[in-house]
């Protein structure tokens, strides 16, 4: 694991070989913690990935948790963010339980299972921004596939958005 230079962000049940997969329920995860604490030198990862992971932190918090990302990667790191977009469920007229479950609230009974926040592109892309990371685009799910990304879903209703931290020009 500590050779590793890919780190994957709340990889819940989907543990990526080749990736330090970390999480704070899943059992099968490399490192168990939060991702606003992580137990990694500084500049460690030359790219990270957070699949289905942006929507499930407060946004307000968002900047501090990639405040902890841009300390454990490398100048200029690569980071891919996928996740629902709540706009483009509606624009490819996914079933009613999609679009429900995409603007769900967290519920006290099953943390970590609701979003924080109705995502969508732009307040994905601007959570980015706000988090002090560079070149921030929206990029093609469908082109977001393994081995290259953990991503396991190319689903059209999903956002993906890469960034890079500061420093790598």
Known sequence: MASSQLLNIGSGPFYTDGWVNVDRYADDADVSCSAFEMPFQDGMFRRVYMGHFL?????????????????????????????????????????KWLIEQIAANPTPEMPGVGHEWSPTTDLTLQAMRNGGLEDVVEVDVRKITQPEWPNRATATWQVAARASTPGGK
Request: charged residues 25%; proline residues 12%.
């Open 55 to 95: 929507e499930h932190i407060p946004y307000d918090d968002i900047p501090h948790l990639l405040d902890e990302v841009k300390r454990v990667c490398r100048p200029g790191a690569m980071i891919m963010v996928v996740g629902p977009c709540l706009d483009k469920a509606r624009a490819t007229h996914q079933p």
